[in-house]
């Protein structure tokens, strides 16, 4: 099983960009639980964004109304589109789906 992380890179404050992760060696269908997190320097890992079994979409506070978290199923790919970008976004973004984790993609927000 491989989740590869991508879309990473620099974006200036206020700015977007769009996180994929593309899954391999599992149909992304059959595992309704899924998520992104990340790591800022020097803090802890995030929930940033989760799809729960019962079928909701949640987020974290501080990024609530900015970051929407889909998915596609046919393409076996989830993605994470990031809006008005803040320099406290800046980290290394994870996905997840069930218990397997992709390597990582950097975001950083600044000018």
């Known amino acids: 099983v491989q989740l590869q992380a991508s879309g990473g890179g620099l974006a200036q404050p206020g700015g977007s960009l769009r996180l994929s992760c593309t899954v391999s060696g599992i149909i992304l269908s059959s595992y309704p639980t899924a998520a992104w997190y990340r790591r800022a320097p020097g803090k802890l890992r995030e929930l940033v964004a989760s799809f729960s079994r019962e079928g909701t979409t949640n987020y974290a506070d501080s990024v609530k109304g900015r970051f929407t978290f889909s998915r596609d199923n046919a393409k076996n790919t989830m993605y994470l589109q990031m809006n008005s970008l803040k320099p406290e976004d800046t980290a290394v973004y994870y996905c997840?789906?069930?218990?397997?984790w992709g390597q990582g993609t950097l975001v950083t927000v600044s000018s």
């Open positions: 997840k789906v069930y218990n397997y």
